[in-house]
Structure formats: structure tokens, C-alpha cells
């Protein structure tokens, strides 16, 4: 501001001097737009859902008397318990798969790439930006009875007719959660084992270890952080899964995901499919905080 | 010009600044002198409008400003890192906060090229700003405010990046050009030669509190305290306890003896005798009395280059006292002089009383 | 003992694991531009004979087209809207202490591991009790809450590393926060910024757990390729189609995430 002006300077409005007293207030208006949002867009849809599980169908309508007759249902029905169970297997496998094969990749890019390390990292996780349905579709074709590999495996030679278990199994199913969700379990590993510092390991080497037991010794304990992190950032998602086994999964390898998505759809029971997308939720919750307690014990 | 009163501020449970009251003057070169953490930064960053105060008053000219956003404050601050704006060349960022103001744009070229010729970088004025070397970024950060013709122009430790050739020249350049310009200025700086050597008056600050405002000399005679003390020059320190009263008051200095002194202190207190190390003398024989003499022993000698600092073992005390005498070639009566006798000695008013620690 | 010879070895077996995962993970991806050139109608080898006929097709299809422009429109608002809250946003995260910023900021993350079937069907829960009509703007409202935790993402470390001391001297000499915005801010992290656009118009572009549950009576673009995944001899074209939303996704993404990291100080730059 300038000398120009000798007279008294501007005196702000009193909003502009409380804000200005006040930095958290500036904070928290920036702030606002995206939190209303996401509080309107999170907490309302799943109070919503929490209420709706209390109710029941009655015919077409719903009825709104509040009960817990669907939680009830799925405690008596042994048939959920087992979707549960498989879910959880099913998500458990690929998590632990993807997460090593995938870890001597991160390993690779952290400690063994010197110059191109950002370029890596995007062409590792750019699949995983694009279409999800293309990508799940795209394994379709490659695991097909009269897919990529089948016609190759044959054109070859090698197989006489088609390996069926490829495809509409478990197995597929396994499979292309590990490729579609790789990306969720490569960066938290890479980031990990990027941050060790590499002066701990030459002083290792100095004091006679051999690489192997550098690795054991050093490097992996210091990664865990990053692998427990990477397993529940994939677990989740993978838990609330039901494009993949829809489309690539066989009837042996239904999620919990299917049977909402049919809830809410085909069989147009609502207050059923809320009250098993309550109990996903919470079976996620609890999967999430043994993570966490892992991450604790991994710390010390 | 620059009235402080009792700011405080916390950043949460940490309270930077505790009670603060300051005077500053118009046309003043003032500096804020402390250690990292002392609180100095924070109050320059509340008088320019960074931050807002937790309680207290600033006011500039008499109008409060405690409340008023940096941008409408008559007020422009140089910043440590000179925060030059990278995307754009040097004349845009010279002038930078001129559209604002109206300016029509062949008086805001010249003006501009006004300030190149001051910063004595004419002809710079369509170099990128980041491409230009620390000092030259400095000057454009200069340039940027000083176009505006603030009242008060801050500084933040705006020489601290530099070497140490460079610093003093430039520290030069700001004292000059501060005079030749007549606005306020207020440096905030750990570096106390810095603040010795630019400022009208000082401010010396520690823990979020000013401990003393005086002028240079002030300070470095009359410090109010051991820290002042150690911060604005090299001093020695004898703990001592009045005695008598009257005609026989006197200090129990341990090292120095008894001595008698002039001062408003009582019986039974104990004080701080301070003596800088220049106002002490040497001697082989022992001085006539009346002066005031004290046996000792030289430990060790600092060679400064025309300068020397002779550490002087006495009685009564662990620590050697410091004494510092010139150095000039052929006649250096001290060389070599490690283990020898010698009388310590000093003229009137040597001795400063402190607060006890 | 030559010790450094030992860090610096390359592994030729990693390198070599590290690669074919690479070839795994795109493979089948590629495939589907490969077979869109295939004549034949069946996705088996050996191929038949090369042809732009599929690709041709695509343009005759109606439905495709105005599906194709739904998501267009979809993804344009939705990238504006998010990226016009995300700024201020993770501006405010950047600069300001607040109370309770933590609990704030895990909170509007949590889209990012919530999966995308919760967060649909409590959304249309949540629509359908209020009496709204499924459509376009209900697909959005859900592609907000995925963009939204991605842009701030995107955003943040950028935001972090700007230098403030560049904001306060531009509020210093004197102009107001949206101009210091407008003239410092916005200039100097216009990489990041357009990267968060492209990133999540291209996530809103793509995206179909949330279409799923959330579509009218409009569909948008996976939407129209699911209903059409059950026409087997209409697969070839499928490919074509998907081909090309792949290689406009990819050049999106790869655009948007070079641009994240272009002029980053804070980041030491690896290779380029």
C-alpha cells in the first residue's frame, strides 16, 4: 500500500477482521463446500441405509416399522454366514497373491531403478485409471474357452481341449481381482521401501551380512508398515466386490457384493439388501481394525 | 509511528510472544535482535499482518491495525528467501502492487526503471526473476516494496543466504539507503553485529519477551542482563555480593576481591559485575595504587589477526578472565607469553552491575 | 571386499520378474485393440484378416453416440465441480490449523477405501427415500464423492510444497486473497490443477460401480457397454469401442499425472 493515501487506511468490514483473527475459521470456510458435501453424499445415504435395514417388505410397499427381522434372517439363514466366510476367503487370497507377486516389483522399482523411477510408477498404476469394466471385460476374453489363451495354448499344441477352469471360477475370479487391484497394493510397498535408509543397509554389508540377510533382517521388517497398509487398502474394495465375479466368476464364486446388487435389483428387497450392506460394512470395519492392530504391533 | 502493547501470541498450547510492548519511531532503523525461537520473526510477522495477535494492540500512526488483513496495511516486508515470484520477469515483479493503485502504465515503466537504477540493476528488467543470483533477487525483493513508498518497510533476516563479503556490502547499501530515503525500517536478525551495525535502536528478545531497547552503544555499555550481555558482544562475568554501605560500599567480586562501586544496591544482595574484555589492561609490574589491581596468571592466548584475547587464570575463580589488547606486528609485548605473572587491571567505570541470573 | 560391486549388481532375475509383470499386467488389456482389427467375430486365434469395419460400425449406432455425449457431459460437470471444490479445499488443509482438521480430512478420504457398492446403494437408498428420479445428475452427485478425495489428493502435495512466503508477499504489496489467488497461486500450480481436471474427468468418464446403481433412464457410456455385453455378435464392435476409451483414457491419465509432477521442487526429479 502506498503513502499516498494519508488519510486513515481502509478499515475492513468486521467480517474480514474476524476472519483475519481467526485462522481456523479461514480454514474451515475453504474447507466447507467439500465436507457438506461429503457429509451429504456419505453420512446421510448410510444413516439412510441403517434405517432402511430396520424395515421390512411387505408386498410392494416397504414397511416402516423398525425391527431387526432382516438381521435376524441372516443370523438364522446359515446360507449367509457362508457367503461371508467365502467373501472373506476369496478376498483374503487375492489380497495376500497380489501382495507378493507384487512386492519384489516394488522392490525392483525402489531400490534397483535409478533413473526412471516416476515413469515406472505411473506405467505400474495406469491400468488402474481406466475403465474398470473394460479392464475385468478384457480378461473375459483372454480366459475364454475360446479365449486368448485357450486358442493359443491349442494353436500350439499344448492342450487338446480347453482348460475350463479358467474361466466362470474361482480361480478367474482371484485372478483378475489381483490385476485389478494391484496398483492399490504396489504403491504403499514402494513407498515404504523407498523411505529405508540406505546408509542402515551398507552399514549391514560392512559388518559382514550378505544380501539375503540384509533383506530379511533390515529391509522387509522395515517395509511391513507399507505391506499392512497395502493389505487393507486392497481388501477393502475387494471385499465389496461384485463386477468381477459377475462377470468372470462362476456359481461357486458369488460374493456378498452379488447378493446386494440382486437385492436391490431383481429381487427389489430393499430393507434385506440395506441390512446385509450394514453387515459388510461391519465385517470391513473389523477386518480394517485387526489391520490396524497389526500396524501397531508391525510399528514397535 | 509503531505503537506495540502487550502483545501476546500462542500458536496453540506454545506462546510465542508474551506481553510485548514496543515504541518504534518514524524514520527509524530498528532492528529485532534474538536467537532462533526467541519470538522475533513472529512479532514482525504480526506487525506486516501475517498473523493475527492473541491479545494486545499494534497500532501504526496512531490507527489500530491489529485486525487489518496485510493487504490493506501501509506496509511492505522483504522475506528471508526474497519470495520473488518465479513465473514472472523482473520489471512485473518490481511492479507488482502497482495496477492496484491506479497507476496509468508509462508512469508505472518509469517507475520502474526508477527502481532498476536504485537497485543498481538497470537494464535487468526483462530477465526471468529466478534466473538472477541471490543477491540480485534480494534487490528486486527490495525494489518490489520500496516502489509502493511504504511508511514502514519490514525485513526478515533479508541477509542471512548471503556470503559474508556480500552481506556486508549490501548491509551498507540498506543503511544508506534507508537514510537517504527516510522510512521506517525494522530487521528482525539473530546476527548482532548485523543489528550493531545497521540500527538506530535495538530491541534485543528472548523466549517471547523484549529484555531491553536501547541504541547500540546502549546496549553494548549498559546491557540490563547476562543474556543481553552475551548476546551483544563477548563479556565476562563475576558473581558478586555487596557489601557496607556509604563511603565503604563495596562488591565482594569473586576474582577481582573487594571493590568499591557506585550503585543503588544494597547491603547483601548479590549482582552481576560484567566487564568487557577490552577494558581490562595488563601489566608485568603491579599498577600504583589508586587503581585497582589483581594478580594473575596468563593461560592461553587467542591470536584474532592485530587482535589478541589473553584468558588470565585468577584467584577465586575457575573460569580465566578474558582480556583483549591490540596485536600489532613488532610490537607485541604478549607473545609467547603462556604461564607468566601478570596484573590485571581497569580504569573507572569498567564495572557494570546486572541482575543476577 | 568390494561391497558397493554388491549394491549396484543389477538383479537380472528381478529386472526380469519386474518386466514380465508389466507385459501380465497390460497383456490383456492390449489384446482388445488387437482383436478390434480382428475380421472374424469370435476373440480366439489365430486371427482372420485385418479391418476398420467395427470401428466403422461404432459411428452408425445411435444409442452409442448419445451414451458416449452423456458421459461426456457427466464428466465435464463433475470434473469442474470437483476440482472447483477441491482447490479451496486442500488449500485450506495446506495453509490453515484448524480444529479438528485430522478426523475432517480422514473423513472426506474415506471414498477411496468405502467400496463402490456401499457407497451407491446407500446413496440410492438415501434418493430413493427422498422421491428423486434417477438420472444423470444422481450418476454425478455419485461421481462426486469418488472425484472429490482424488482431486484433494492429486492436489494437496502440491499445495504443500508451494512456498507460502510467494502468497504473502503478493497479500504484502497490497492485493486481496482471491487476486493474490488469482495473479500468484493459480499460475504457479496450474499443473496440478489441470492435472486434477483430466484426472477426474477421465475417473467420471470410466466409472460404473456408482452408474450401476445410480442411472436413469439415460445411460452413460459403460452403462451402454454392460447392456450391450450380452449380444455376443455384436463383441467385436464392443472391442473397437473399448480400444478407443482406452487409448483416450490412457493419454488422459498419463497427461494428467506428468503434469502432477511437473516443476515440483519439493521432488527430486527421477529421469526426466
Known amino acids: ?300 | 509511528m509503531i505503537s506495540i502493547r502487550n502483545v501476546s501470541k500462542s500458536f496453540g498450547r506454545f506462546q510465542a510472544l508474551r506481553d510485548v510492548s514496543l515504541d518504534i519511531g518514524a524514520g527509524e532503523f530498528f532492528s529485532l535482535l534474538g536467537a532462533s525461537g526467541s519470538g522475533k520473526t513472529t512479532l514482525l510477522r504480526l506487525i506486516a499482518g501475517f498473523e493475527g495477535v492473541s491479545a494486545g494492540t499494534i497500532a501504526i500512526d496512531g490507527h489500530e491495525m491489529q485486525d487489518v488483513p496485510p493487504h490493506l496495511r501501509p506496509i511492505n516486508m522483504v522475506f528471508q528467501n526474497y519470495a520473488i515470484f518465479p513465473h514472472l520477469n523482473v520489471r512485473d515483479n518490481i511492479a507488482y502492487g502497482l495496477p492496484r493503485l491506479g497507476i496509468p502504465r508509462a508512469e508505472q515503466h518509469r517507475r520502474v526503471d526508477e527502481m532498476l537504477e536504485l537497485i543498481a540493476l538497470p537494464g535487468y528488467g526483462d530477465r526471468r526473476a529466478n534466473q538472477l543470483s541471490g543477491g540480485q533477487q534480494q534487490r528486486v525483493a527490495l525494489a518490489r516494496a520500496l516502489i509502493l513508498k511504504p511508511r514502514v518497510l519490514l525485513l526478515d533476516e533479508p541477509l542471512g543466504a548471503l556470503d559474508k563479503q556480500l552481506r556486508e556490502q549490501m548491509q551498507l547499501e540498506l543503511r544508506g539507503l534507508q537514510r537517504r530515503l527516510g522510512i521506517t525500517f525494522i530487521l528482525v536478525t539473530h546476527d548482532q553485529e548485523e543489528a550493531l551495525t545497521l540500527s538506530d535502536r535495538v530491541a534485543v528478545m528472548a523466549n517471547g519477551e523484549v529484555i531491553q531497547v536501547d541504541t547500540p552503544a546502549g546496549l553494548y555499555d549498559q546491557p540490563r542482563n547476562r543474556k543481553v550481555a552475551a548476546f551483544v558482544g563477548t563479556m565476562n562475568f563475576f558473581d558478586a555480593t555487596i557489601r557496607g554501605e556509604g563511603a565503604s560500599l563495596r562488591a565482594e567480586i569473586a576474582g577481582l576481591g573487594p571493590q568499591p562501586l557506585a550503585t543503588s544496591r544494597r547491603a547483601g544482595e548479590r549482582v552481576l559485575i560484567a566487564v568487557r574484555p577490552e577494558s581490562l589492561t595488563l601489566s608485568t609490574t603491579r599498577p600504583d595504587s589508586p587503581q585497582p589491581a589483581v594478580a594473575g596468571r596468563i593461560e592461553a592466548r587467542q591470536y584474532l589477526g592485530g587482535r589478541q584475547i589473553l584468558h588470565v587464570a585468577v584467584a577465586g575463580r575457575a573460569e580465566p578472565v578474558a582480556v583483549a589488547t591490540l596485536a600489532l606486528r613488532g610490537e607485541d609485548p604478549w607473545q609467547g607469553s603462556e604461564g607468566r605473572p601478570v596484573w590485571l587491571s581497569w580504569g573507572p567505570g569498567a564495572l557494570s552491575v546486572l541482575d543476577p541470573d | 571386499m568390494a561391497r558397493y560391486a554388491g549394491f549396484h549388481r543389477p538383479n537380472r532375475p528381478l529386472a526380469l520378474y519386474a518386466a514380465v509383470f508389466a507385459v501380465v499386467l497390460y497383456l490383456p488389456i492390449l489384446l482388445i485393440p488387437v482383436f478390434s482389427f480382428n475380421s472374424g467375430v469370435f476373440v480366439r486365434f489365430p486371427l482372420e484378416g485385418f479391418t476398420f469395419g467395427w470401428y466403422a460400425d461404432l459411428f452408425q449406432r445411435e444409442p452409442l453416440i448419445r451414451a458416449f455425449w452423456n458421459s461426456v457431459k457427466v464428466a465435464c460437470f463433475v470434473s469442474l465441480l470437483s476440482t472447483l471444490i477441491a482447490v479451496p479445499a486442500a488449500l485450506a488443509i495446506a495453509r490453515y490449523r484448524m480444529p479438528g482438521k485430522a478426523p475432517a480430512v480422514a473423513f472426506m478420504m474415506l471414498p477411496l477405501v468405502l467400496p463402490g457398492l456401499i457407497l451407491g446403494v446407500a446413496l440410492l437408498t438415501l434418493l430413493n427415500r427422498m422421491g428423486v428420479t434417477l438420472s444423470l445428475v444422481t450418476v454425478a452427485l455419485g461421481h462426486m464423492v469418488i472425484c472429490l478425495p482424488y482431486a484433494i489428493s492429486v492436489l494437496l502435495p502440491r499445495f504443500i510444497g508451494f512456498n507460502r512466503a510467494l502468497e504473502e508477499a503478493s497479500a504484502d504489496l497490497g492485493e486481496p486473497p482471491l487476486r493474490t489467488f488469482w495473479r500468484v497461486t493459480l499460475p504457479c500450480n496450474y499443473p496440478a490443477i489441470l492435472a486434477c481436471l483430466l484426472m477426474t474427468f477421465t475417473l467420471s468418464f470410466d466409472e460404473f460401480f456408482m452408474a450401476f446403481f445410480l442411472s436413469g433412464a439415460e445411460p452413460t457410456l459403460p452403462m451402454y457397454i454392460w447392456s450391450q455385453l450380452r449380444f455376443p455378435r455384436d463383441f467385436p464392435s464392443l472391442l473397437a469401442l473399448s480400444s478407443l476409451i482406452l487409448l483416450f483414457s490412457f493419454a488422459l491419465i498419463f497427461a494428467s499425472l506428468r503434469l502432477a509432477r511437473i516443476g515440483d521442487p519439493a521432488q527430486p526429479e527421477s529421469g526426466r
Not at chain 1, 507384487?102 to 488402474?128: E, S
Not at chain 1, 463386477?243 to 430393507?271: C, E, R, Y
Open chain 1, 1 to 300: 500500500m502506498s503513502a499516498a493515501d494519508p488519510a486513515a487506511p481502509v478499515r475492513p468490514g468486521a467480517l474480514t477482521r474476524f476472519l483475519h483473527r481467526h485462522e481456523g475459521w479461514r480454514g474451515h470456510l475453504l474447507l466447507a463446500p467439500a465436507l457438506l458435501l461429503m457429509a451429504a453424499a456419505i453420512l446421510f445415504p448410510l444413516g439412510m441405509t441403517l434405517a432402511m435395514s430396520t424395515w421390512s417388505l411387505a408386498g410392494y410397499d416397504i414397511d416402516r416399522t423398525p425391527g431387526l427381522g432382516n438381521y435376524a434372517a441372516m443370523v438364522e439363514n446359515p446360507m449367509f454366514g457362508a457367503l461371508i466366510l467365502r467373501t472373506l476367503t476369496i478376498a483374503l487370497t487375492s489380497t495376500l497373491f497380489t501382495v507378493i507377486l507384487v512386492y519384489p516389483v516394488a522392490y525392483y522399482v525402489a531400490f534397483h531403478v535409478t533413473r526412471h523411477k516416476a515413469l515406472w510408477l505411473i506405467l505400474l498404476t495406469l491400468p488402474f485409471w481406466t475403465s474398470y469394466l473394460l479392464r475385468v471385460f478384457s480378461w473375459r476374453v483372454v480366459l475364454g474357452q475360446e479365449g486368448v489363451i485357450n486358442s493359443a495354448l491349442m494353436g500350439l499344441g499344448l492342450i487338446d481341449s480347453p482348460l475350463s477352469f479358467l474361466l466362470y471360477s474361482q480361480t478367474a475370479v482371484t485372478i483378475v481381482l489381483a490385476h485389478s487391484w494391484a496398483a492399490f497394493a504396489i504403491l504403499p510397498i514402494y513407498v515404504s521401501l523407498e523411505k529405508i535408509n540406505r546408509s542402515w543397509l551398507e552399514a549391514a554389508a560392512d559388518l559382514g551380512d550378505g544380501p539375503v540377510r540384509r533383506f530379511w533382517r533390515i529391509t522387509f521388517p522395515l517395509s511391513l508398515p507399507g505391506v499392512v497398509a497395502a493389505f487393507i487398502l486392497m481388501f477393502v474394495p475387494t471385499m465389496g466386490e461384485y463386477i468381477t465375479p459377475l462377470m468372470v466368476g462362476g456359481p461357486d464364486s458369488m460374493m456378498v457384493g452379488n447378493l446386494v446388487q440382486a437385492m436391490f435389483g431383481p429381487m427389489n428387497n430393499w430393507p434385506a439388501g440395506a441390512a446385509l450392506a450394514v453387515v459388510m460394512m461391519v465385517t470391513i470395519a473389523l477386518a480394517g481394525l485387526v489391520f490396524l492392530l497389526l500396524n501397531r504391533l508391525v510399528q514397535r
